[in-house]
């Protein structure tokens, strides 16, 4: 650790320390009235919580949260790895749990904080130490925590009795005993690191000390608490090696299955958005979603560069892959504009989005008046999202606008999603006949187009809808000589007389 990072680190305690200081009690209180408030605090962990540590406890909690403690707080043994997202408040949630323990139930006697570091366990140790040592309702109503002679940063002993040690990945952690208490506490958080990640050696040494020198300080015959805290950065890391023993695993992303805030008390829509907006799609499914992608396993790199004038397309294909649910949080909605030029096909426009059906349909307004008059255009989407709901959204757009987008489902019979598109683009891109739009580079749906395509390998959890529509618009264009099997939306497709071509 730095002089700067010392310093800073200081700094941030006496801010800390003036914060926690600030907490009122109520001096007139009556020793009865004390000991009926502090009954009922204990019987309700949340109100427990809001009243010791109200500058934490700023949001409700989520029901992921509350389900935590209904695991844990009634445990007298208890191994759990929580691979929540960031922002989910994962290491607040343990402190405060753990201090529950050790203050109410009096459980745990002998506590272990392990992180990638001995730098970075103490500093997760910090929270523990400032609320112990100067937060004035725990003061008032547990007593004065501080032990002279035995409170430092990296370990320190409570006057009620329970040890605290931080201890970095690979230190020995043999003979922590605290008078003739064996470790019965353990925090794993935050133990990968993502240079280690890369390296399965390290992590492999890493997973074998936790099994061989921390997990054995524990008594056989005692109690424990292990809780690992850490979300998933990489596929081959501790915290999923630790899944594989733990009695319980809770994965909670940013956002639910449903695609909504799993955390909305605290983290809106709008503030997701935000975030995601300012990073990758890579960066974005390893921080938020527990989805490490390996970049580059089939794809290694996109080529861009400038298109041709579009009268020098013979056509060009619009094909869309619109997902299944009509969601801005779901899968991602993605409509591309794709042409060949002598053997090269060329990625003019890519749209790609977790959006509404209303603005996929804009889209294809948006690439009618690009192209103008100027090259015919071939419009398809895959055939099995070709439904009444989007084929009237479709035809009220184009009431509305006076002209109908004469959208095609394509409805040959395919293959497996992956193997489609490794069969038919990866030779293209490897041997340079695939190319994006150089001037639509800084634009964020080709942007997200690259991500997926450098991010796709078989059994991926990440999205592969804009390299579907790529590969949709590249067997399109092969195939233009048959358009056999193919229907064209050009009027209201409620209509019976609706012809089929």
């Keep these: 650790m730095t002089n700067q990072d010392k310093q800073s680190i200081k700094q941030w305690e006496e801010f800390h320390a003036a914060h926690i200081r600030a907490l009122s009690i109520d001096d007139l209180e009556s020793g009865l009235a004390k000991s009926m408030r502090i009954k009922r605090l204990e019987e309700n962990f949340e109100e427990w919580c809001k009243y010791y540590f109200p500058n934490y406890c700023k949001s409700e909690p989520a029901d992921f949260h509350r389900a935590s403690a209904a695991r844990l707080l009634p445990a007298r043994r208890h191994f759990e790895v929580r691979a929540w997202s960031r922002e989910l408040a994962k290491s607040t949630v343990s402190m405060l749990q753990y201090l529950y323990k050790v203050l109410v139930q009096k459980q745990l006697k002998n506590i272990l904080m392990v992180s990638n570091s001995e730098d970075n366990a103490e500093r997760l140790l910090l929270p523990f130490k400032m609320n112990l040592e100067h937060n004035k309702r725990i003061i008032n109503d547990y007593g004065v925590q501080e032990n002279n002679g035995a409170w430092t940063s990296f370990e320190f002993i409570t006057r009620g009795g329970t040890s605290f040690r931080a201890v970095g990945a690979g230190q020995s952690p043999r003979g922590t005993r605290f008078e003739n208490h064996r470790v019965d506490g353990i925090i794993i958080d935050d133990i990968d690191t993502d240079e280690e990640c890369r390296n399965e050696k390290i992590v492999n040494d890493k997973f074998k000390w936790i099994q061989e020198a921390l997990i054995p300080t524990i008594s056989i015959s005692g109690d424990y608490i292990i809780v690992v805290n850490g979300n998933i950065i990489a596929k081959h890391c501790c915290v999923t090696l630790l899944m594989k023993l733990a009695k319980h695993v809770d994965i909670v992303n940013i956002r639910n299955a449903d695609g909504v805030s799993s955390w909305p008390q605290k983290n809106s829509e709008a503030d997701i ?42 056509f060009l294909v619009c094909y869309t892959d619109p997902s299944f649910k009509d969601s801005k949080k779901n899968d991602f909605k993605a409509t591309v504009l794709v042409g060949r030029w002598r053997d090269e096909y060329h990625v003019i426009k890519a749209y790609v989005d977790q959006t509404t059906t209303a603005r996929m349909i804009e889209w294809h307004y948006d690439i ?91 059994g991926s959890k990440a999205h592969d809808d804009a390299p579907d529509a790529v590969e949709g618009a590249v067997h399109i264009i092969n195939s233009k000589g048959s358009l056999a099997g193919t229907k064209v939306v050009a009027r209201n497709p409620f209509n019976k007389q609706q012809k089929k071509f």
């Design 273 to 314: 958005d935000s975030i995601l907006a300012m990073i990758s799609y890579a960066s974005a499914q390893k921080e938020y979603f527990n989805n490490p992608i390996s970049e580059g396993t089939v794809f290694k790199a996109m080529a861009y560069k400038a298109t041709r004038p579009l009268i020098e397309y013979k």
């Design 368 to 458: 009618e008046k690009f192209v103008g008059n100027r090259v015919p255009v071939y419009y398809f989407m895959e055939a099995n999202f070709i439904q009444d709901t989007i084929l009237k959204e479709f035809y009220f757009e184009g009431s509305r606008r006076g002209k109908v987008i004469p959208i095609r489902g394509d409805e040959r019979k395919k293959v497996e999603k992956f193997t489609r598109i490794e069969a038919l683009l990866e030779p293209l891109n490897r041997n340079s006949k695939l190319f994006l739009n150089a001037a639509e580079k800084d634009n964020k749906g080709m942007q997200v187009l690259e991500e997926q395509f450098i991010a796709l390998e078989p």
